[in-house]
Nanobody, 115 residues
Framework: QVQLVESGGGLVQPGGSLRLSCAAS????????MGWYRQAPGKPRELVAR???????NYAESVKGRFTISRDVAENTVSLQMNSLKPDDTAVYYC?????????WGQGTQVTVST
C-alpha cells in the first residue's frame, strides 16, 4: 500500500521560510512525477510546484523565485523549500504522486503565514 506523508508545516511570519517534506512508503518516488498542491479556505486546490520523474521542475507564477522543489532518491522524499513567505501562501499543502494511471495524495500539512 502506497502512503505519502507530509511534514514541515507550521506558523511562520511574513518573509520567513519553511521546508516541507513528503515521505513515501510502499513505492519509489523517483518513478513518479511529483507535485505540491495547496488549498486555501474557500478556494480550489492549485498546483504550486511539480518535478518530473527525470527531474524537470516547474512552478506556479505566484511562487517562482521563492519556492524550490527537489527530490532525494536515497531518502525517497520530495521537498518544497519555501522562502519569502507571504500571507497569501497560507493553505494546506498536499503532496501528490502520479505515474500512468496511478495517483496518490498525502493528508496535507498546514502552512500559516501571519504576524
Amino acid at each position: 500500500q502506497v502512503q505519502l506523508v507530509e511534514s514541515g508545516g507550521g506558523l511562520v511570519q511574513p518573509g520567513g521560510s519553511l521546508r516541507l517534506s513528503c515521505a513515501a512508503s510502499g513505492t519509489q518516488l523517483n518513478l513518479y512525477d511529483m507535485g505540491w498542491y495547496r488549498q486555501a479556505p474557500g478556494k480550489p486546490r492549485e498546483l504550486v510546484a511539480r518535478i518530473t520523474a527525470d527531474g524537470a521542475p516547474n512552478y506556479a507564477e505566484s511562487v517562482k523565485g521563492r519556492f524550490t522543489i527537489s527530490r532525494d532518491v536515497a531518502e525517497n522524499t520530495v521537498s518544497l523549500q519555501m522562502n519569502s513567505l507571504k500571507p497569501d501562501d497560507t493553505a494546506v499543502y498536499y503532496c501528490h504522486a502520479h505515474l500512468l494511471w496511478y495517483d496518490y495524495w498525502g493528508q496535507g500539512t498546514q502552512v500559516t503565514v501571519s504576524t
